[in-house]
């Protein structure tokens, strides 16, 4: 040990020490990940809660419409915020936002207006400062100085343009992990509702059981279950609520799944039988993935195998015998 250290030119004083340090750094690490991942569970079903107070509130008020023949829902809240503002006065719900739009939002985990606004305001407001900084770059700072004015101009036009479609990629990659967690922890909520309907738990209580269980393998996912399970208490068609889960998850395994929870409580079938065979398919389709990837695996070490083993195999082989050329007389 002293003559690898000798070697690499470290005291055994500052061995000591750069050793102590990892140990606390791991020591931190694995301390406060538990940590921040159960703030970030708390904080999403706080976010949770207030939105199924919202569903409550939007059907009291739609029942309360309906008793007073006046047709009347909640009230419209006024704009609020620089954001808001230059929404309602540009009307960009109505030239940007479609229910293509709105489903992506909700795929995403955005399902507040004020998400919808933060995110129509960032259309309008990236291709701006995209530009800005493109032409200040450019221009002000000379980048680019030898290539033509028509090629500069196009380089900023190219700048707003990728600044207009910025918010559209990141709720998009937003969306793609998400539904990766929901995917990877959707089989082991199958199982869990399973054996909580089994066991004699109501659909709603097995789902609220189930948010709480899953939670710690994937937050999006306990999120969705809780919406669903305060949906199911509130809506006045349990259709409804498992269609939406469908819509706001954007999975296939998870619309079979609603699809078969829908006809059984419409044709009064076991929903245990239902949920076995949704929960064997579910795994059998994350095995078929996983299996897919393995086979895929070799053709992609192909080149990292050429580009980087291959030359220092062949250096260690053919290395000794070319000293020795190189170094008779």
Not at 25 to 52: H, I
Not at 159 to 180: C, L, S, T, W
Not at 209 to 222: H, K, N, T
């Amino acid at each position: 040990m002293d003559a690898v250290l000798r070697f690499l030119g470290v005291s055994g004083e500052t061995a000591l020490g750069l050793l102590v340090a990892v140990a606390v750094f791991a020591t931190l690490v694995t301390v406060a990940l538990p940590l921040l991942t159960g703030r970030e569970l708390k904080t999403r079903m706080r976010a949770v809660a207030l939105e199924r107070d919202q569903v409550r509130a939007r059907e009291r008020a739609r029942m309360a419409s309906e008793r007073d023949g006046k047709g009347r829902g909640l009230r419209q809240e006024s704009a609020q915020g620089f954001a808001a503002t230059v929404v309602e006065k540009l009307d960009l719900r109505k030239a940007l936002a479609d229910e293509a739009t709105l489903t992506k939002l909700r795929v995403a985990g955005f399902r507040s207006q004020r998400a919808l606004t933060l995110f129509l305001f960032c259309r309008v407001a990236l291709p701006l400062v995209f530009l800005l900084l493109a032409v200040f770059y450019i221009f002000g700072l000379g980048v680019l100085a030898s290539k033509p004015f028509f090629f500069r101009m196009l380089v900023c036009v190219f700048a707003a343009y990728a600044g207009f479609y910025a918010p559209i990629i990141y709720v998009r990659n937003v969306a793609a992990k998400r539904a990766q967690s929901i995917g990877r922890a959707w089989p082991d909520a199958l199982d869990l509702l399973l054996i909580c309907v089994e066991s004699g738990n109501s659909i709603e209580a097995a789902f609220r059981r189930v948010a709480d269980e899953i939670g710690i393998q994937s937050v999006p996912l306990a999120e969705e279950l809780v919406l669903v399970c305060a949906e199911l208490s509130y809506l006045p068609e349990r259709r409804q609520a498992y269609e939406n889960l469908t819509s706001r998850t954007g999975l296939e395994s998870v619309r079979s799944v609603c699809t078969a929870l829908i006809q059984a409580e419409r044709y009064g079938t076991p929903l245990g039988v239902a949920l076995r065979t949704m929960s064997q398919e579910s795994r059998d389709t994350r095995m078929n993935l996983a299996e897919k990837k393995a086979a895929a695996l070799p053709p992609k070490l192909t080149v990292p195998m050429i580009v980087f083993f291959l030359p220092v195999l062949f250096a260690v082989i053919i290395g000794p015998a070319i000293i020795q050329i190189m170094a008779l007389p």
